[in-house]
Structures are given as structure tokens and as C-alpha cells.
Nanobody, 113 residues
Framework: QVRLVESGGGLVQPGGSLRLSCAASGIIFRLNTMQWHRQAPGKQRELVASITSGGSTNYADSVKGRFTISRDNAKNTVYLQMNSLKPEDTAVYYC???????WGQGTQVTVSS
């Protein structure tokens, strides 16, 4: 059974940083593209960042230069390092396994003073 478990969300002040983690099980992790999405209240879920099995990355324009996606295949984990956070980054962040259409449970990120 495929399972994705996110962690690392929380409350942070504008300009602060957080690192999200997503631990995967039930798949050959190193062969899969992994993604982070987010959904803010009243808005559609949007793709934030993705990383392929070869390590190529893509980012939404709104987070380029501030967020970094990475992966540790030995730990079956994908990360999202978020720096220079803004109030508009407030959302529930979800890990997504594209090949199996599987979502994690989500982790809340709130950016507020």
C-alpha cells in the first residue's frame, strides 16, 4: 500500500523559514517524480514544486528563488525548504505521487505576525 506522510508545518512569521518533509512507503521511491502542492482557503490546489527521479526540479513562479525541493532516496523522503515566507504562502501543503495519483494528508503552514 502506498503511503505519503507529511510533517514540518507550523506557524512562522513573515520572512521566516520552514522545512517540510514527506516520507513515502510502498513504492520504489527513487524511480518516481514527487511533487508538492498547496491549497489556500477558498482557492484551488496548485502545484508548488516537483522533482524527477533524476533530480530535475520545477517551481511555480510565485515561489522561485525562495523554495527548494530536494529528495533523499536512501530515506524515501522528499523535502520542501521554504525561505522568505510571505503571508500569501499560508496554505495546506500536500505531497503528491504523480505515478499513482496518491496524496498525503497535508500539513498546515501559516505565515503571520
Amino acid at each position: 500500500q502506498v503511503r505519503l506522510v507529511e510533517s514540518g508545518g507550523g506557524l512562522v512569521q513573515p520572512g521566516g523559514s520552514l522545512r517540510l518533509s514527506c516520507a513515502a512507503s510502498g513504492i520504489i521511491f527513487r524511480l518516481n517524480t514527487m511533487q508538492w502542492h498547496r491549497q489556500a482557503p477558498g482557492k484551488q490546489r496548485e502545484l508548488v514544486a516537483s522533482i524527477t527521479s533524476g533530480g530535475s526540479t520545477n517551481y511555480a513562479d510565485s515561489v522561485k528563488g525562495r523554495f527548494t525541493i530536494s529528495r533523499d532516496n536512501a530515506k524515501n523522503t522528499v523535502y520542501l525548504q521554504m525561505n522568505s515566507l510571505k503571508p500569501e504562502d499560508t496554505a495546506v501543503y500536500y505531497c503528491y505521487l504523480r505515478s499513482r495519483y496518491v496524496w498525503g494528508q497535508g500539513t498546515q503552514v501559516t505565515v503571520s505576525s
